[in-house]
């Protein structure tokens, strides 16, 4: 008996379906995020819901990208097969169907309409659509980035100047840094230049860690006319946040990062209302629709049909408890050695001004061959993993990056390593 196009793409999707998350770990009642943050052996238990790391390593470079649970994990794997298996059946069919309720997830997660968010494969690409999309640019305009924004980006903004005749002004942010000094840092470059017409902001500096007051720094743009489009790269799944409430119209967005999806997998977002001010891709038909504004080609199904998963597996702690534990891993190897003679902390101690990454120098080494030397010493040496930045204007810096499944005592290794490395001057 024939078997119709229907009956089989029911009968194997039954027999491929992902597995569910079946962890049943829950945030115990009546305890405050803080508190929380600090009960390892809780947070010993969500670390048993990822694979193990490789053994004898330390691992504190988690800014790259996130792992997924094991769980998640298992689904990607059963959605890739599944493509595999199905290929044009399931692509050219119900994928499409089933990637439009991934999207009105995600933009549950954001907070936002589903037609102000699409799918890229990443913060990268995202920003790229805002930053070369951004139409409302006149010759002879101005457009303004800082120090420790991420390095594609203000490639792409000095990219400005020949693509739209504008000039661009870069800022260094200050180090160290308050709240105040901050706002008054961009203050100061916005009242000298009444030109500037656009600018790009990060909210958590994938450089050195810091989180500037977004919101007022925001404000201070409309209220000159200035728009405002925010790299929220590492910001998601490490912060608690709302774009809306931030005053925010144009962002990107990465998913792969401390939401932990599948690599590859990203959004770009655009305020109903702005959509016209970014242009269409040269690929994409003129149009109002977000959509047309990225063109990716055939895109990974099975990584994002995977992120319902991926948002299960993060609403499962639940931000609050994510933030707080990452900023508590953080403090625990920043305030012993805040004040060690030879080391300079980079990120300051204020809660609204970090998340979970933070970045150190020894004093007086400031270029990236000296800090490469020394994340290569703390692995040689000590079998802890970072990684060295370049950008800030005062210099180059060593990024730790610790993730929920690190514990008290990686962090009290970092410590003890940092300290036998300074007394060594």
Not at 194 to 212: E, F, Y
Not at 308 to 332: M, T, V
Request: hydrophobic residues 45%.
């Amino acid at each position: 008996m024939p078997v119709s196009r229907r009956t089989f793409l029911a009968a194997s999707a039954a027999a491929s379906a992902a597995p569910a998350f079946a962890e049943t770990l829950a945030v115990p009642a009546g305890i405050t995020p803080d508190k929380l943050a600090a009960d390892e052996a809780w947070w010993a238990q969500v670390a048993k819901l990822y694979d193990a790391p490789p053994p004898g390593i330390v691992q504190l470079e988690a800014g790259h990208f996130g792992a997924m649970q094991t769980t998640v994990r298992q689904a990607y794997e059963a959605r890739t097969d599944k493509v595999n298996r199905e290929t044009t059946l399931f692509t050219r069919g119900p994928a499409n169907a089933e990637m439009r309720g991934v999207r009105t997830q995600v933009a549950a997660l954001l907070k936002l309409d589903p037609a102000e968010i699409a799918f890229t494969r990443g913060g990268s690409e995202s920003m790229a659509v805002l930053i070369g999309g951004y139409n409302k640019l006149m010759p002879g305009d101005a457009v303004l980035y800082a120090d420790l924004d991420y390095d594609a980006m203000q490639t792409g903004m000095e990219s400005l100047a020949r693509l739209r005749g504008v000039r661009v002004v870069k800022i260094d942010l200050p180090e160290p840094a308050t709240a105040q000094s901050l706002v008054d840092a961009y203050e100061a470059a916005l009242k000298a230049d009444p030109k500037i017409r656009m600018m790009l902001l990060t909210q958590l500096s994938h450089r050195t860690g810091l989180v500037p007051p977004v919101k007022e720094i925001v404000a201070m743009a409309k209220a000159r006319n200035i728009d405002v489009l925010l790299d929220v790269g590492h910001a998601l799944g490490q912060l608690d946040f709302s774009l809306k409430e931030l005053g925010i119209e144009f962002a990107g967005i990465n998913l792969h990062k401390w939401i932990a999806a599948p690599l590859g997998v990203g959004v770009v977002y655009i305020g109903k209302d702005r959509i016209p001010d970014i242009d269409p891709s040269l690929l994409e038909a003129p149009s109002d629709r977000i959509d047309a504004r990225i063109h990716t080609g055939t895109v990974n199904f099975a990584g994002i049909l995977t992120v319902p998963d991926a948002i299960a597996a993060h609403q499962r702690i639940g931000i609050a408890a994510k933030a707080a534990r990452l900023r508590h891993l953080r403090d625990l190897w920043v305030k012993p050695l805040r004040g060690v003679k030879g080391i300079e902390i980079l990120t300051p101690d204020d809660p609204a001004l970090h998340g979970g990454i933070t970045s150190f120098r020894l004093t007086g080494r400031t270029s990236i061959e000296a800090n490469r030397a020394l994340r290569q010493a703390l692995f040689d040496r000590h079998r802890i993993f970072t990684i060295e930045r370049d950008g800030p204007a005062k210099g180059c810096c060593v990024r730790v990056s610790p993730s929920f499944t690190n514990n008290a005592d990686d962090m009290a290794k970092l410590v003890a390593a940092l300290h036998e490395i300074a007394a060594e001057g």
